[in-house]
């Protein structure tokens, strides 16, 4: 009976070791411009459109400039795809991946958009 107990809690181990690290190897923490130029790992980086460099496609993807909203710090964002559809109505733009070479090649994007629900001034 003590065998099997011990089965047990050895297999409740494995499995919650298992889920931890999975877990923890999908999380992708938000970061600044600079932290995210130095990251060897996927990243998400919140900032505002960079009005100075014209958003357009270039070799199927969609390239467009990020500001970081604190420090003023700049670049150069490459998503794989297309523009997203509220991209020009954007209030703060989320890019999700990996500074390469000379941009930041983001996989996933998340436009946030001012509510329609806020009251207008």
């Known amino acids: 009976m003590n065998r099997k107990i011990l089965l047990l809690v050895a297999l409740i181990a494995v499995f919650v070791g298992y889920a931890a690290w999975s877990f923890s190897s999908s999380v992708t923490p938000y970061v600044g411009i600079a932290q995210a130029k130095a990251s060897t ?31 003023g710090e700049t670049m150069k ?18 890019a999700i991946g990996q500074y390469k070479g000379d941009a930041f090649e983001a996989n996933k994007l998340l436009i946030k958009c001012p509510s329609k629900y806020e009251q207008q001034k």
């Open 41 to 71: 790992s996927n990243v998400q980086v919140k900032g505002l459109q960079d009005k100075s460099v014209p958003a357009q496609m270039q070799d199927g993807n969609f390239t467009f400039g990020l500001v970081d909203e604190e420090t």
């Open 77 to 94: 964002v490459r998503y794989h795809g297309t523009k997203p559809d509220q991209f020009d109505e954007a209030h703060h733009i989320v």
